[in-house]
C-alpha cells in the first residue's frame, strides 16, 4: 500500500514541476495574453499539485501505520508507536489514534498522555495548508482579474 502511496505522491509531484514549468514559461517571450492570468493560473496550478503531493504521502503513511496494526504476531501496540522510540516511552502503551484530516498517527498511553508516531505530520499539514490556500487565492485572483478586463 505504501507502494502506491508513493506512486501517487510521485505522479503529484511530477504534476507540480510541470505546471511550474509552465508557470516560468510565462517570462519568456511569446507568452500567452493576458499574461498575468496565465501566470496565476498555472502557479495555481503548481501549488495544487504539490499540495496533493504532500498530502498524499502523509495519507498513505498513516494509512500504513494503520493496517500494520493487529497484522499478526508483534502488531500490537501499533508498531509505529514502538519503533525507533525507546522503552521508558513505549512503556505503558495502551492504544492509539489516527487522523487522516488532519494527518496525525498518535500513541496513546495508559495514562493518558500521548506522543507522536512522526514528527513529519506536524510540516505536512502545515505546507498542505498553505500550498491549498495559495493555490485557492490565486485561482481566485486569476478569476477576478479576468473579469475585471472584460468588463473594462
Request: glycine letters at 8%; hydrophobic letters at 45%; a neutral charge.
Amino acid at each position: 500500500m505504501l507502494l502506491v502511496g508513493l506512486g501517487i505522491s510521485a505522479a503529484c509531484a511530477i504534476g507540480a514541476l510541470i505546471a511550474l514549468a509552465g508557470a516560468l514559461a510565462v517570462a519568456f517571450p511569446g507568452r500567452p495574453q493576458p499574461w498575468p492570468v496565465h501566470l496565476m493560473q498555472r502557479s495555481a496550478g503548481a501549488a495544487a499539485a504539490a499540495a496533493a503531493a504532500i498530502y498524499s504521502l502523509g495519507f498513505f503513511a498513516v494509512m500504513d501505520s494503520e493496517l500494520e496494526f493487529n497484522d499478526g504476531a508483534n502488531s500490537v501496540p501499533a508498531p509505529a508507536c514502538r519503533e525507533d522510540f525507546d522503552q521508558s516511552t513505549v512503556q505503558g502503551l495502551s492504544h492509539h489514534r489516527s487522523s487522516y484530516l488532519p494527518l496525525r498517527f498518535d500513541c496513546v498511553r495508559a495514562d493518558g498522555t500521548t506522543y507522536s508516531a512522526d514528527s513529519s505530520y506536524t510540516w505536512m499539514n502545515r505546507a498542505t495548508l498553505t500550498l491549498t490556500l495559495s493555490a485557492t487565492a490565486l485561482a481566485v485572483g486569476a478569476t477576478r482579474y479576468r473579469t475585471r478586463q472584460e468588463t473594462r
